[in-house]
């Protein structure tokens, strides 16, 4: 059904440009005027169905190619519509279309038990923020390596900073260790295993962007970065 919907999206807007991708060796679709185009052709370039939320992919996708601040080609997907216990946060090089990584990700603690599904932006709620980001520089703190993070949206995630709203590992977010049907649960920070910490933040540190997804049409419509009009 996909490829059915992307051969009308090439016979409907004939101006999207293809050109021939050196490292997948592949055709690579490049952005054009219609975001929703590019985002289903990257989807199938990346081989993506069956293991990412389509819905979540075009949201980050459609975000990215806003966030004009962003200095690097990479964008890590948070998905909390899925489960803690099953791998739900990615990062995709978007220069040479494919994923870098693939992981379990702890939410905040009064965000919900397995799945999140209350967000807040306040200092001391424990809760996960939704939206977007952009990473900065690395630190060594309590948690060990750490990357901070600047939410973009005004009333949704902006004080991360202030509440030290960080990525960094912990032993509670190793899917060894999950206990009572869920992975342990953070302050409010995207924890991951710790084998994966150091690979993870090196990857996107540095001005890359980073989307919390959770389906919420309440986050759409208050978003600065997502319109209506952008998903069509």
């Known amino acids: 059904m996909r490829r059915i919907i992307i051969l009308l999206l090439f016979i ?117 923020s939704l939206g977007f980001y952009l990473t900065d520089v690395t630190y060594s703190g309590r948690n060990g390596y750490s990357l901070i993070l600047d939410g973009l949206e005004k009333g949704i995630n902006d004080r991360a900073r202030e509440r030290a709203i960080v990525m960094h590992g912990a032993a509670y977010a190793d899917p060894s260790v999950t206990r009572m049907g869920r992975l342990g649960r953070s302050f409010g920070c995207p924890a991951v295993p710790r084998s994966l910490n150091k690979p993870i933040i090196d990857a996107i540190k540095g001005g890359s962007v980073m989307f919390i997804y959770a389906g919420s049409k309440d986050y759409l419509a208050h978003s600065s970065i997502l319109s209506s009009d952008d998903l069509g």
């Open 12 to 128: 409907l807007f004939p101006t999207f440009i293809v050109l021939k991708g050196r490292s997948a060796g592949n055709d690579v679709p490049k952005p054009s005027s219609n975001p929703t185009v590019y985002c289903t052709l990257l989807y199938q370039q990346m081989d993506l169905e069956g293991v990412v939320n389509w819905e979540a992919f075009r949201q980050a996708v459609t975000g990215y190619l806003k966030i004009q601040k962003r200095k690097k080609d990479v964008l890590t997907l948070i998905d909390f519509s899925k489960p803690s216990t099953e791998k739900r946060l990615y990062v995709f090089d978007m220069k040479a279309k494919k994923m870098l990584f693939c992981s379990v990700v702890s939410h905040g603690k009064n965000s919900g038990e397995n799945y999140a599904t209350s967000f807040s932006n306040e200092s001391g709620s424990h809760k996960s």
